[in-house]
């Protein structure tokens, strides 16, 4: 009995495209880069997101204006915890826009109100205070535009 | 149809785009002030069974109407948002 030999065909080794110690290499560039361009976008966000912080020299000057009512805004607006003024935001809001729109101080307080909507979904009544912010916000006279050109999209974006 | 406002002025939470919106006034306020977020409002009288019956602004749906009563932090505020007509 003779036992002839049989080839049998198989599939061509594939070479590895990318040395391991260069993929390796590459990963770890990957993994930096993306850790750098993460941390540079948190912190922007961050930032983006803060409270703009009242002016010390603003609460300092907080003088009576003659006007009870208006000194009672301007306190909400700058001094009081925001929780005291988020308890009272449509009206705040509705009273800054018709009665006081020139008033620099008053609108420290809607600034307050949007940067704390944004950054608290659990906020009660969030999303309606969010719109009607955002309305004011709009309507905003055009010296006041710039302070809200940021919260603009962040509230547009709360459903 | 649901209620919304604080005492003081109540009405619906919703109105549609060309309809009308219909509120009670729980105070002696002569008028009601409409207002979309600016410095500019219109007044609506209040009648003598104390309500007052506003014409939605023509705005996009999902615009919120701020109507109130009183002046400064006084002020009674009730939230509407213009809905699509069905």
Known sequence: MRLDPIFVLAPRPKPPSMSTRRAFVGMGIAFVTGGVIGSACGYAAGRAGQAKPVDASTTEELQPTGNADLDEVRRLAVKAPIEELMRVAETFLATVSLQYARDEVAWQGVVRIAAYVVEHPEAANRARIAKVTLQVAERAPSIRQDDYAVWIPRLKGIK | ?86
């Open chain 2, 1 to 86: 149809m649901r209620q919304g406002g604080r005492p003081g002025v109540r009405g619906p939470t919703t109105a549609p785009q060309g309809g009308t919106i219909d509120v009670e006034v729980g105070t002696n306020d002569p008028f009601v002030e409409v207002s979309l977020g600016g410095e500019e409002s219109t007044r609506y009288p209040v009648d003598p069974a104390k309500k007052a019956s506003i014409p939605v602004p023509p705005v996009p749906p999902g615009t919120l109407v701020i109507i109130s009563i009183g002046t400064g932090l006084r002020r009674k505020v009730l939230l509407v948002e213009v809905v699509e007509d069905d």
